[in-house]
């Protein structure tokens, strides 16, 4: 797998990182406890629920180490999204701090993936580690399929033009016809965008040419093909809705497949994250960059 160093250029990702197969034609359902799942056409171990074109997050009064991605209303509870600390160091992340989406609305139903700091040290408030890691269900056929492990992604956070991005690179399409495509998530400032109005960010796939232009995000589309908008919302007075995640364009029409769409939901998810923490900012992205460069 690739990703993109602070100098713009691509750069390769260890083996251990991530592996791959050289002709992935469908994925490997998780682990062994995801019971009665098989691999299927669409090339992916499908989640428990389809990934609907409008996705919310919402708060449960009283849970702060858990939340629900839903459908159009908060009564339509799709998965549970635990908040991990690191304190116990269980599960994936060990004791990297992040987010744990479960295959169901439930604590008790297994991981499907997992986001979050590249090492337990990243989230201190003085680092400035660009880095994150998705953790995602592995290719059928690789080593990773065979233990049950998770596939190692990587998004990585840069200023580009004066603007604040965060890139990945995931398969796309289905079947035996798998490639691996670039996004780029863009900062939407508050107060900039009719649909966005307490910002948010907008996704393009960052190689696919001409740009298409949907007119909640016309704004933010200049360079490539927007694919999801991401909407933070008004925290101020219930704190319940967290943000809303809507497809566009190739991300609408399904050709991009349901592993994109996890990646699409596990990247949102670590956006709101960081945002929370205060590290979507242009200067603490471009301290990291200037961080990583010496």
Same mark, same amino acid.
């Given at each position: 797998m690739d990703t993109t160093n602070s100098s713009g250029k691509i750069a390769s990702l260890s083996s251990q990182d991530s592996v791959r197969v050289s002709s992935p034609d469908s994925f490997q359902?998780?682990? &062994? $406890? =995801?019971?009665g799942q098989t691999p299927?056409?669409?090339?992916?171990?499908? +989640?428990?629920? &389809?990934?609907?074109? @409008?996705?919310?997050?919402?708060?449960?009064?009283g849970q702060f180490k858990s939340f629900n991605i839903c459908g159009a209303t908060e009564e339509d509870r799709l998965y549970l999204v635990? @908040?991990?600390? %690191?304190y116990s160091a269980s599960g994936p992340l060990g004791r990297r701090p992040g987010v744990l989406l479960h295959n169901g609305t439930s604590k008790k139903d297994p991981i499907l993936a997992a986001a979050g700091d590249e090492s337990q040290f990243a989230a201190r408030a003085y680092s400035f580690n660009n880095e994150s890691i998705i953790l995602m269900p592995p290719l059928r056929g690789s080593t990773a399929a065979q233990t049950g492990d998770f596939v190692t992604?990587?998004?990585?956070?840069s200023v580009s033009s004066g603007q604040v991005t965060f890139d990945f690179d995931i398969e796309v399409g289905s079947g035996d016809k798998l490639?691996? !495509?670039?996004?780029?998530?863009? $900062?939407i400032k508050k107060g900039t965008d009719g649909s966005a109005k307490? %910002? %948010? =960010?907008?996704? @393009?796939?960052?190689? /696919? #040419?001409? +740009? /298409?232009? &949907?007119s909640s995000s016309s704004s933010t589309n200049a360079d490539g093909h927007v694919v999801a908008l991401l909407m933070w919302r008004k925290l101020f007075p219930t704190f319940k809705h967290a943000f809303t995640l809507e497809l566009f364009g190739r991300g609408? /029409? #399904? !050709?991009? #497949?349901e592993r994109w769409r996890l990646m699409v939901v596990m990247t949102a998810l670590r956006l709101w994250t960081i945002r929370v923490k205060g590290k979507?900012? $242009? %200067?603490?992205?471009?301290m990291g960059e200037k961080m990583s460069t010496k």
């Open positions: 359902e998780h682990l &062994p $406890k =995801f019971q299927t056409d669409t090339a992916f171990a499908s +989640p428990c629920n &389809p990934f609907p074109i @409008v996705m919310n997050a919402y708060a449960q009064w635990e @908040v991990h600390t %690191g992604e990587r998004m990585r956070a490639r691996q !495509e670039r996004f780029q998530w863009r $900062k307490e %910002g %948010g =960010f907008t996704l @393009v796939a960052a190689n /696919s #040419g001409a +740009p /298409s232009t &949907p609408l /029409s #399904g !050709e991009l #497949g979507t900012t $242009k %200067g603490l992205i471009a």
